[in-house]
């Protein structure tokens, strides 16, 4: 796999040229919209196949995999133009295998919603070890408030095939889409509430065939730290009580022990990361739609929380949050007045592409972002700057590197609602995926 950054006079053609591939193979590994439109900064994703095969009469995509001895979910990841779907056609060209993945063996997870477009899931699905579906919510008499806009338990089946391991998302997201700490000091300081609110997880995670339990409360504050670390322990007991399930927790981005805020003074790492099986840090958010424009996920940052996550916790049970979104601030910013538009990755690159404005790189955030103006005001005096943050190819193979130098056990993403082709791509270029009971 080779990251390239589009300069001033190339075209699709050009570039191809350069690798020796066919435009058509960029285009479709890309799922580029608008090629014809490449601009200064934009990265592109070139693959160079070691392998190919051209399907003839008869083929199964499981003859296939036998005959060259990969898998079945290997052949899915290599030719995303299959959908995640088993079904091929006589002189369809297909992807055997790519140059052996460069960073090691790691664990994936996704977020999604159950309402996402199963055409996108099925595609995804090849990629992931987890699938974790947002959010089962908390009342006071201890029931579960279910997720919201689908039916769980089919996509829990889905991933099955795949070989994904399903969790159950629990955080104190209230009905009306806010966390709530007070809910979260109910069920904390009732004991008969909490063992009602423990057993019907575990009885949820067992019915459904969920493979375990991700943990994410938020907005705690420094009074229920404790109470939290007792609550997860007591999760996690009861879940192993019933089988071999997984606990995750979902951690605030910590750089230091005792960082002052609401969000992070409820999660104590070195304890928590103790009763969990896997830690996800939320390493996101950092440019956000109602705070300053800047990268949302900037490296620099990211490598402080991994580096005092790992004082706490070994880092083999670290998972490094990335984010798939684009957030769209325009100028200038005014706190508690500016509020960023949230944009797909592939909005984003697709917005610079049509206004035909530089992509610019921060070295230091490892991040892409660009500038504009909007082509709507009356006229140019009266037109507002813009400026979009977002992840292409470089960004994602930074955080990659970066979990990969640090012997963390893999990355999480928020979330996968929309695909993104150089995510996935650069994660099947750089990862030994893991495929939970499959090939752990």
């Known amino acids: 796999m080779i990251i390239h950054t589009v300069s001033s006079g190339e075209t699709l053609n050009s570039i191809a040229r350069t690798y020796g591939v066919p435009p058509s193979r960029i285009i479709m590994d890309n799922e580029l919209t608008l090629p014809e439109k490449l601009t200064v900064g934009q990265s592109l994703v070139i693959t160079q196949p070691t392998t190919t095969y051209t ?8 003859s296939i995999a036998n005959n060259f001895g990969v898998s079945v979910d290997q052949l899915l990841r290599n030719n995303p133009i299959l959908g995640g779907n088993y079904d091929i056609y006589p002189g369809q060209t297909l992807v055997i295998s790519y140059p052996p993945p460069l960073l090691g063996r790691h664990y994936v997870n996704a977020y999604i919603y159950p309402f996402i477009d199963r055409d996108v899931l099925r595609k995804t699905l090849p990629y992931l070890s987890y699938l974790t579906i947002f959010t089962y919510g908390l009342r006071r008499d201890g029931t579960l408030i279910p997720p919201e806009g689908g039916d769980d338990k089919e996509i829990i089946d889905l991933a099955k095939q795949y070989g994904v391991a399903p969790i159950m998302l629990v955080s104190t997201l209230t009905e009306e ?38 943990l994410d409360f938020e907005y705690l504050g420094a009074a229920n730290a404790e109470n939290f670390v007792e609550f997860s322990r007591n999760v996690r007991d009861a879940l192993k009580s019933r089988g071999n399930y997984e606990l995750f927790i979902s951690l605030a981005p910590k750089n230091q022990p005792n960082m002052p805020g609401l969000l992070y003074e409820g999660h104590n790492y070195g304890e928590l990361g ?60 005014i706190s508690g007045t500016t509020v960023a538009e949230a944009l797909t990755n592939v909005e984003a690159v697709e917005q610079a592409q049509n206004l035909q404005v530089p992509i610019n790189f921060d070295e230091s955030a490892q991040s892409p972002f660009y500038r504009y103006y909007e082509l709507s005001a009356p006229t140019v005096q009266e037109a507002s700057p813009h400026i979009v943050w977002f992840e292409d190819a470089r960004s994602i193979l930074a955080k990659l590197e970066l979990a990969s130098e640090e012997d963390l056990a893999g990355v999480s993403i928020w979330n996968i609602m929309n695909y993104y082709a150089p995510l996935w791509l650069v994660i099947n270029s750089m990862f030994d995926i893991i495929k939970p009971g499959v090939n752990e």
């Open 55 to 62: 399907v003839k009469n008869g083929d199964s995509l499981y």
């Open 274 to 333: 103790s009763v969990a099986d896997k830690s996800l840090l939320m390493t996101y958010e950092w440019g956000y739609a109602y705070g300053p424009p800047m990268a949302i996920a900037p490296l620099d940052a990211v490598s402080r929380v991994v580096d005092y996550a790992q004082t706490e916790i070994p880092s083999e049970k670290l998972m490094l949050g990335m984010p798939n979104y684009a957030y769209d601030w325009k100028l200038p910013y």
């Open 177 to 214: 889409g806010v966390f709530s700490n007070e809910i979260a000091n109910f069920i904390f300081t009732n004991p008969e509430i909490q063992n009602t609110v423990v057993q019907n997880i575990v009885d949820t995670v067992v019915a459904k065939g969920y493979a375990g339990v991700d």
